[in-house]
């Protein structure tokens, strides 16, 4: 079936430095995607989302990037803290009662 | 805003019993409320989609006679697994959709409770 994947399942950045996480997507007509980051034990807190109308948006510190012609989405880490050490997911929407199909996750290691 | 709560945070049950967890939307109405199951470094499975008032969609896989959801009102959805076994034990995550108010895809996640099965 259709499915959602990460290139690499941990990356870890040194402090300061600015971190991309990576996800591929496979199913086209997703039109809605969504970045979360997971603290263990913790529910996924959302952090940005794009449309696929657009190809970049942007928030505080962090930026996603959408690339429909490969199916890519990225999200990029600016300065990153040793608070951002979490798994990172992504998922797609494909406009089906809002339901949510989630990649397989990256863990992100933020070292001093 | 938007904050969803769960309740118990974690449980711990004897095999055969029946556990019920809560998702309450807190400060927001939600037409939809979705249950996930998240097994250790796994990534979250979608289980079911429940709305207010009527029957819950199940995905391919999940049995709604094990696994039942009851979505009473716009502000709570509970989750009930009969006869609970081992292979239960999972960390369960329920989201819920606002009814406006940002896209209609926004889903706000609960902190999720733990569920162990002796």
């Known amino acids: 079936g259709e499915s959602v994947g990460l290139h690499l399942p941990t990356l870890s950045v040194q402090e300061g430095d600015n971190s991309i996480i990576n996800c591929a997507y496979s199913?086209?007509?997703?039109?809605?995607f969504i970045w979360y980051k997971q603290e263990s034990g913790k529910g996924p807190q959302f952090i940005i989302d794009?449309?696929?109308?657009?190809d970049k948006r942007q928030g505080q510190r962090v930026t996603v990037l959408l690339n429909k012609t490969v199916k890519h989405l990225s999200l990029q880490i600016a300065a990153t803290q040793p608070g951002d050490s979490a798994v990172y997911f992504c998922?797609?929407?494909?406009?089906?009662?809002?339901?949510?199909?989630f990649g397989t996750g990256t863990r992100l290691q933020v070292t001093l | 805003g938007a904050v969803v709560s769960q309740h118990p945070s974690r449980v711990i049950c004897k095999s055969g019993t029946s556990v019920k967890i809560e998702c309450r939307s807190l400060?927001?109405?939600?037409?939809?409320m979705f249950w996930y199951r998240q097994f250790p470094k796994q990534s979250l499975m979608l289980m079911a989609t429940?709305?207010?008032?009527?029957?819950?969609?199940?995905e391919q896989g999940v049995e709604k006679d094990k696994f039942l959801i009851n979505h009473a009102s716009l502000t709570l959805s509970t989750l009930t697994v009969t006869s609970a076994h081992p292979e239960d034990s999972s960390f369960y995550i329920c989201?819920?959709?606002?009814?406006?108010?940002?896209?209609?895809?926004?889903?706000?996640f609960g902190p999720g409770t733990r569920l162990l099965v002796l």
């Open positions: 989201s819920a959709s606002p009814v406006a108010g940002g896209p209609q895809e926004t889903q706000y």
């Open positions: 199913n086209s007509a997703s039109d809605y």
């Open positions: 794009i449309r696929s109308n657009m």
């Open positions: 998922a797609e929407n494909t406009g089906t009662a809002s339901k949510l199909t």
């Open positions: 400060d927001f109405q939600a037409t939809t």
């Open positions: 429940s709305n207010e008032g009527s029957k819950a969609t199940y």
